[in-house]
């Protein structure tokens, strides 16, 4: 017999028992009911995990907590807020891909994103795109210009802040 039928067999002559001598059931009564060794009994007893519901109240009455209050994840991203990151991003991209390359590029690095891992600074993206700060802050300007007056950045607006 495998173990999961005679936790099972167990797990009912045990609730057989107490039900009939409204006590706990000893191991030489289950045995001898479900016509097993009684270290089986032991083992099947041992092993078995009563399942607990999620909903059960845990402590007090006046805590009102339950195990989805323990088990729940404070720092995980809620499904809906991580497709709505994506899909900005997504769009962000495709509002940005609609400038010319090198003011997308100013605006990816100056707000971090695509596959920015952070905001640069003006000097740090002279650097990068070997031009002036002050380059870098005209084409800024003229990109963010731009998108202000395209009709694709509507659906950006649409995105809660």
Do not use: C, F, H, W
């Amino acid at each position: 017999m495998n173990k999961i039928n005679s936790m099972n067999k167990v797990t009912q002559a045990k609730s057989r028992l107490e039900q009939e001598y409204g006590r706990e059931a000893t191991t030489e009564e289950i045995a001898e009911i479900t016509k097993m060794k009684e270290d089986d009994v032991k083992i099947s007893v041992q092993n078995y995990i009563r399942p607990v519901s999620m909903d059960a109240p845990l402590g007090s009455e006046e805590e009102n907590s339950n195990m989805y209050d323990i088990t729940e994840d404070k720092d995980s991203v809620s499904p809906i807020s991580g497709l709505l990151k994506e899909s900005l991003k997504v769009d962000i991209s495709r509002t940005l891909s609609t400038l010319p390359q090198s003011e997308a590029d100013v605006l990816r690095y100056y707000y971090g994103l695509d596959n920015v891992q952070q905001p640069l600074l003006v000097e740090e993206i002279a650097r990068r795109l070997k031009v002036s700060p002050e380059r870098v802050r005209q084409i800024k300007s003229s990109g963010l210009k731009k998108l202000r007056n395209i009709s694709k950045t509507k659906i950006l607006k649409t995105y809660p802040r």
